[in-house]
Structures are given as structure tokens and as C-alpha cells.
């Protein structure tokens, strides 16, 4: 919802040798009410979207990225 992707990093050994890892983001499958629509929604959606969800409300934020509500 919020577009986020996973991060590249690098896992250091206690030797400083690095090799390569992808942190992943932190999803969440959450059935979140909408209220326009009368009903839940299952979502697999980040946790920072929650917050956006808590701060705006999932109708907002849900047309602020052109996400159609009544496909979930």
C-alpha cells in the first residue's frame, strides 16, 4: 500500500568479512474495517502502512495510491 521494498545490506562477521542479505518488510496479513464499504478487508500490508492507516484512514490512503478497496 505504501510501496515499500526490501532493503540490501550486508551481514558483517566478527571477522568483517560481508556477504550479501535482503532485509526484508515487515508484513502483516491484518482484516482491517472500511467503513464506507460496511465491511472487512484481509490485507497483507507493512507496518508502516497501519500507522498511515491509523494517522489517515483506510479510504484515504487506500485512494491516495489508486488501490480499489472492493477487490479485497
Not at 515487515?26 to 500490508?45: A, C, P
Amino acid at each position: 500500500m505504501t510501496g515499500k521494498k526490501r532493503n540490501n545490506g550486508y551481514k558483517v562477521s566478527f571477522s568483517n568479512h560481508r556477504t550479501k542479505k535482503l532485509q526484508q518488510v515487515n508484513l502483516q496479513h491484518k482484516r482491517l474495517w472500511w467503513e464506507e464499504g460496511k465491511r472487512f478487508v484481509k490485507m497483507r500490508i507493512s507496518a508502516k502502512a497501519l500507522k498511515t492507516i491509523d494517522r489517515k484512514g483506510l479510504q484515504q490512503v487506500a485512494k491516495d495510491n489508486g488501490i480499489d478497496l472492493n477487490k479485497f
